[in-house]
């Protein structure tokens, strides 16, 4: 069996590939059922990748007295449901817990880029923030984050206690020219004609 230890950094790279190796063993599991070692890192890993859709569906395919002689897996989902729901500070709690050998390193990955697509989403979503609604969406302390939000470049008003976040750069739309615009328009047109 092909698996990821608790030791070591690996990329997401290393971990697309261990999913489709999971999968694979899952896959050509005697009876079409896995160890529970491979739902639990699979599972993780979906969680990693963002990819909710399938981490549900791995849930709901894995057999119950798996998921009760394995409470890990429970744990592991508990993270996804409450990735589901956008409940950050949720998610930081469920992952604060001791995690099996083979879970550590993947769930401190999903910690990691958890954090990463908060601080993504609270760019994208607020022009001012408190300082205690983004430490809670980033699972710190208020003295943490500050410290944070400033190495990304964000304002901090320490009378007011808000964070003003630096926009993310959006990637600049090449200039359509009207000719084109049109050629789009036309053919969207026809398209709906026929």
Not at 35 to 48: D, F
Request: with cysteine; hydrophobic share 40%; net charge negative.
């Amino acid at each position: 069996m092909v698996g990821i230890s608790g030791t070591g950094e690996h990329s997401f790279e290393e971990y697309n590939k261990l999913a489709l190796d999971l999968e694979k063993q899952e896959l050509d599991s005697p009876g079409g059922i896995a160890s529970p070692h491979v739902y639990g890192q699979l599972l993780a890993i979906y969680l990693l990748q963002n990819d909710l859709p399938n981490a549900k569906f791995l849930w709901k395919r894995i057999p119950e007295n798996v998921k009760q002689a394995n409470p890990e897996i429970g744990n592991v989902w508990a993270v996804g449901q409450k990735l589901w729901n956008r409940d950050f500070p949720g998610v930081y709690l469920c992952l604060e817990q001791e995690w099996p050998e083979h879970l550590v390193s993947i769930m401190n990955v999903i910690q990691d880029a958890t954090k990463t697509r908060a601080v993504q989403l609270v760019a994208k979503a607020y022009s001012s923030i408190g300082v205690d609604d983004t430490a809670s969406f980033l699972g710190m302390s208020s003295n943490q984050v500050v410290k944070v939000v400033s190495s990304y470049g964000w304002s901090v008003d320490s009378s007011s206690k808000m964070i003003l976040p630096k926009r993310p750069d959006s990637p600049k739309e090449q200039p359509t020219s009207s000719e084109e615009q049109l050629a789009k328009l036309t053919d969207f047109v026809s398209f709906l004609e026929n």
